[in-house]
């Protein structure tokens, strides 16, 4: 059912499709779809959980293994998550799940919306960790508010990319990278922002 959502998602958007064809692609009856998911909402939450758990071996592999530099790292991660985002649902479908998320605050796509940002903080701190330990990212930085603020500028970003018709994905990186340069004037200490 799942498979039978994503492509119909994809090839005649979110909003106009009808659980009633995701049943008829799916070779099940509506009320299996029903009973499963109570609504088409919920059959988007499902997709983009399916796609966060098939994308963390991928990030995991990522943040374990980065570029040497923490800056080329950090623009690499982020690349990353845009690249995955839209390789396995439409802008569409994200702009629906992250609407979801902000109209109610008790909402289980604000819940999932939640855990998903968590999930890329605690990437970001198993990445930023050891380029502290080295001396990449000074001493005296909260690892874990500059993970959160990471998170914020790639989510903030992503909103955009997937809420503006025009936006590219090569746009969305640059926006990223252009606010990332202000962020570390003051994080990498002088000397180490070009090290190898």
């Not at 009633?20 to 009856?29: F, W």
């Not at 998320?101 to 855990?115: N, Q």
């Not at 990212?137 to 914020?152: G, K």
Request: charged share 30%; with cysteine.
């Amino acid at each position: 059912m799942l498979d039978a959502a994503a492509e119909l998602f994809r090839r005649q958007g979110y909003e106009t499709t009808r659980i009633e064809e995701v049943a008829d692609l799916a070779k099940v009856s509506a009320q299996t779809v029903y009973n499963y998911f109570a609504n088409k909402p919920n059959i988007l939450i499902a997709l983009a959980v399916r796609h966060v758990r098939s994308s963390i071996p991928e990030r995991s592999a990522f943040v374990r293994n980065p570029p040497e530099n923490p800056i080329e790292a950090i623009k690499g991660f982020e690349s990353l998550l845009a690249d995955q985002a839209l390789r396995t649902l439409t802008r569409e479908s994200w702009c629906a799940i992250l609407a979801a998320s902000m109209l109610d605050p008790r909402s289980r796509a604000r819940r999932m919306s939640l855990r998903f940002n968590g999930l890329i903080r605690r990437h970001y701190k198993i990445m930023l960790r050891p380029f502290q330990d080295e001396g990449k990212i000074r001493r005296e930085i909260d690892v874990d508010a500059l993970a959160e603020l990471l998170t914020a500028i790639g989510t903030h970003n992503f909103a955009r990319l997937v809420a503006e018709d025009g936006m590219t994905l090569d746009e969305l990186k640059a926006a990223v990278e252009r606010q990332l340069a202000p962020v570390f004037v003051g994080v990498i200490p002088p000397g180490k922002e070009n090290a190898e």
